[in-house]
C-alpha cells in the first residue's frame, strides 16, 4: 500500500508563503489524482486543492483560488502545494492523499498522510 509523507510546514507571518511536499513511497501515485485537505482545531477536514495523474487539471476550495497552487512531479513521486499570501484563517494541519471524486460532485481522500502543520500569524 502506498503510504504518503508530508513535509514543509510552519510557523509564518500572514502574507508569507510556504511549500508542502508529499512524498508517496510503496508504489507509484502516478495513475492517481491527488489532493490536499486541511483540518483547522475545532473543524472538520475540508479540501483544498487536486490535481489529475496527468497534473493537467487542477481544482480549488474558493477560499484558496489564486493563492494555492497544486503541482506534481510523477518522476519523484511527489505532489506539492504552494501556498501564497497566507491568512490565520489558514492555520491547520495539511494533508495529502489519493483524491476522487463522489457522485454528487465533493472530492474526498484515502490513503491519508500524517499531515504537516501550518500555522499563519497575524
Known amino acids: 500500500q502506498v503510504q504518503l509523507v508530508e513535509s514543509g510546514g510552519g510557523l509564518v507571518q500572514a502574507g508569507g508563503s510556504l511549500t508542502l511536499s508529499c512524498a508517496a513511497s510503496?508504489?507509484?501515485?502516478?495513475?492517481?489524482?491527488m489532493g490536499w485537505f486541511r483540518q483547522a482545531p475545532g473543524k472538520e477536514r475540508e479540501f483544498v486543492a487536486a490535481?489529475?495523474?496527468?497534473?493537467?487539471?487542477?481544482e480549488y476550495v474558493d477560499s484558496v483560488k489564486g493563492r494555492f497552487i497544486i503541482s506534481r512531479d510523477n518522476a519523484k513521486n511527489t505532489v506539492y502545494l504552494q501556498l501564497n499570501s497566507l491568512k490565520p484563517e489558514d492555520t491547520a494541519i495539511y494533508f495529502c492523499?489519493?483524491?476522487?471524486?463522489?457522485?454528487?460532485?465533493?472530492?474526498?481522500?484515502?490513503?491519508w498522510g500524517q499531515g504537516t502543520q501550518v500555522t499563519v500569524s497575524s
Open positions: 490535481i489529475t495523474h496527468s497534473g493537467t487539471i487542477t
Open positions: 492523499a489519493i483524491a476522487y471524486r463522489t457522485e454528487s460532485g465533493d472530492f474526498r481522500g484515502e490513503n
Open positions: 510503496g508504489g507509484t501515485v502516478s495513475s492517481e489524482s
